[in-house]
């Protein structure tokens, strides 16, 4: 499944129909009682930062999604009782916040109040128009600072029917998104066929977040993983880190962005690549993270190569299918010589991935409080980051193909630069979002096209010495 913005998935032209929450589960919301689970530490960033920003007179979407397709004629009925047997099974999708000042109290409602309603948007004979509409809808309808923060369009025309679903960011992760097409194509086919759906059970991320907050409460400011964050954060110079180039920005600006998506190997070159990596004692993240590290050094980039990596906090098998924020970022840094190849590269990188996903263990604003630093008052985005994931397995990735499935992102406004490579079935290939400036639409594309040569040169010669690009110059 590739991730695209919505732009780059041209939805066929077809009667919309938005379906969301109804009004009963919304009074609900309104009136519940405060719920004694505070929000995860991601949730609890996010909103804050939203409500600052909202506060200057700037709105900037931030949402996630997932798009789809299926055959025949879509039966309102049946989809209907699909959508609130899903929200339902999924605890987080019946939680929400209200803001007093600069706290949040949760609410959550109980499964026997969701219910959904759906109502005729229109119908679009011209593509072009149909996505600037969907888009707007959906940038609507997912408002950090409202709940619902999340919604359901479809689009039905002669023979078959587009599904797409956006979120805030505090209800799901990347991963979240993944899986989420086969659970509502198996709660659909259920509701179609008035049986139970073929599901395992799962946990919540309502319940996850109390957890996070408990084990987070214990961890003081001598912890290893606080003094591994103070150090890396000294060493990139009071600041996370950024892009390895110079974009053209301080970071701080909420700019408009841009993206690329780039394919980087197809899979007979991302099983070579494995092999490499395994000879070299390291695993395909490792080699993935070697090959990013090498692509700084080789345009110029000095060393030693720093980023934030994003692991994720399923530490459970009942959180393994569950909608959810759970991730957590660690620091990576791997020293670079203009000697070092991939093989040694890469286990630089697997030690030092190793180190950052025990660091991940602790939430990273858990680590600022400690610190007294806020790295989220002025941008969404607290760093630069570069992510992985391996999808090969997720349940459904068979159908992804056929049902032209489509992980979807938001780009919100930002001076940062993110990057995340994903591993399907179809290949391994390189999504990022980057501020649209000049400078960082040149660098990010030799940046993305050298990361590709030094995995190609892997795959196909089992290392890589160096010497593929010439140096970028940074700005006068």
């Known amino acids: 499944m590739k ?44 909103v804050l930062t939203v409500a600052r920003l909202q506060e200057r007179g700037v709105r900037t979407p931030d949402w996630g999604g997932v798009a789809f397709e299926m055959p025949g004629e879509l039966q309102v009925e049946a989809f209907g009782r699909a959508l609130v047997n899903w929200i339902g099974r999924h605890e987080t999708l019946r939680s929400g916040f209200r803001r007093s ?18 109502s005729v948007l229109g119908s679009f004979r011209d593509a072009s128009i149909l996505g600037r509409f969907l888009r707007d809808r959906l940038d609507a309808a997912t408002h950090t600072l409202r709940w619902p923060s999340y919604v359901v369009e479809t689009v039905q025309r002669d023979g078959s029917a587009t599904v797409v679903l956006a979120f805030d960011h505090t209800q799901t992760d990347g991963y979240t998104l993944f899986g989420m097409v086969h659970e509502i194509r198996e709660f659909y086919r259920a509701a179609l066929e008035r049986r139970e759906p073929a599901l395992p059970d799962t946990g919540s991320h309502v319940s996850y977040s109390n957890e996070q907050r408990a084990e987070a409460a214990l961890v003081g400011r001598d912890h ?16 996370p880190p950024g892009f390895p180039l110079p974009l053209g920005t301080t970071g701080e600006e909420l700019l408009p962005q841009k993206s690329l998506f780039s394919w980087l190997l197809d899979p007979g070159e991302t099983d070579a690549l494995t092999e490499a990596c395994r000879s070299a004692r390291a695993a395909l993240p490792a080699g993935v993270l070697a090959a990013h590290a090498l692509a700084a ?14 692991f994720h906090t399923r530490s459970r098998s009942e ?37 950052a996903r025990q660091v991940a263990r602790v939430p990273f604003f858990r680590v600022c409080e400690l610190l007294g630093m806020d790295f989220k008052k002025t941008t969404p985005d607290p760093f630069s980051l570069l992510s992985y994931m391996d999808v090969r397995d997720s349940p459904g990735a068979a159908e992804w193909e056929g049902c032209n499935a489509r992980a979807l992102l938001r780009l919100s406004d930002s001076g940062k630069a993110c990057l995340w490579v994903v591993c399907t079935r179809e290949g391994l290939y390189l999504f990022a979002r980057y501020p649209d400036t000049e400078l960082a639409a040149a660098n990010v594309g030799r940046y993305v096209r050298c990361v590709g040569e030094i995995l190609r040169t892997v795959a196909h010669r089992g290392n890589f010495t160096g010497a593929l690009l010439q140096p970028v110059s940074s700005p006068a």
């Open 3 to 46: 991730m695209t913005e919505l732009d780059q998935y041209p939805v066929r032209p077809g009667q919309v129909r938005e379906w969301t929450l109804h009004a009963p589960a919304v009074t609900a919301a309104q009136q519940a009682e405060r719920d004694a689970v505070p929000p995860s530490y991601n949730q609890e960033s996010h």
């Open 297 to 310: 050094r080789e345009l110029g980039a000095p060393s030693p190569y720093r980023t934030v990596m994003p």
């Open 224 to 239: 290893p993983a606080v003094l591994r964050w103070e150090r890396f954060i000294a060493d990139s110079g009071g600041r």
């Open 319 to 355: 959180w393994s299918a569950s909608v959810g924020w759970y991730v957590e970022g660690g620091p990576v840094e791997i020293d670079l010589t203009p000697e070092c190849d991939f093989r040694s590269v890469a286990r630089r990188a697997q030690r030092s991935a190793r180190e």
């Open 101 to 118: 000042g600069d706290e949040l109290h949760r609410f959550t409602l109980p499964q026997d109040v969701v219910g959904v309603e759906s």
